[in-house]
């Protein structure tokens, strides 16, 4: 059995993915519990993959109903999914596109996007492309 390295997080936590990659465990920074022990405790978690998939979606709902909102303007650089796999379909009961698009962190997150906004994102995606394929000139 070869486990992947650990790697840290922010504020302490330690990720670890156990047993070729089926579970993961996770180590919380040390936390005081008075009523039970005089000093900081750490705690590790172990997980099942279906588990962490549980873990992730109620984490993120959890973040979208915070009080402190997500910025509004992307990180610099956002982590980034390299030609992620899509789904595209129409919404029949509001008329809007419905964008669906699984990131390798996250899995599949749905998008939807009324009319008008959809006809910019796909003129925007057009330009873009247009513009890759444009033979390039030396300079």
Do not use: Y
């Amino acid at each position: 059995m070869v486990d992947t390295p650990k790697q840290r997080a922010g504020a302490g936590f330690l990720f670890e993915l156990l047993d070729g990659g089926n579970s993961f465990k996770l180590t919380l920074p040390p936390i005081a519990i008075n009523a039970i022990a005089s000093a900081p405790v750490s705690i590790s978690v172990e997980l099942s993959i279906e588990q962490l998939d549980s873990l992730i979606e109620g984490l993120g709902t959890q973040r979208a109903a915070a009080s402190v909102r997500q910025p509004q303007e992307p990180m610099s650089p956002p982590p980034t999914a390299l030609d992620p796999k899509w789904l595209t379909s129409d919404d029949p009961l509001t008329g809007n596109s419905v964008v669906q698009l699984c990131h390798p962190n996250t899995g599949w997150l749905q998008f939807e996007f009324p009319p008008t906004e959809a006809a910019k994102l796909g003129r925007l995606l057009q330009d873009q492309a247009q513009l890759a394929r444009a033979p390039r000139r030396p300079n």
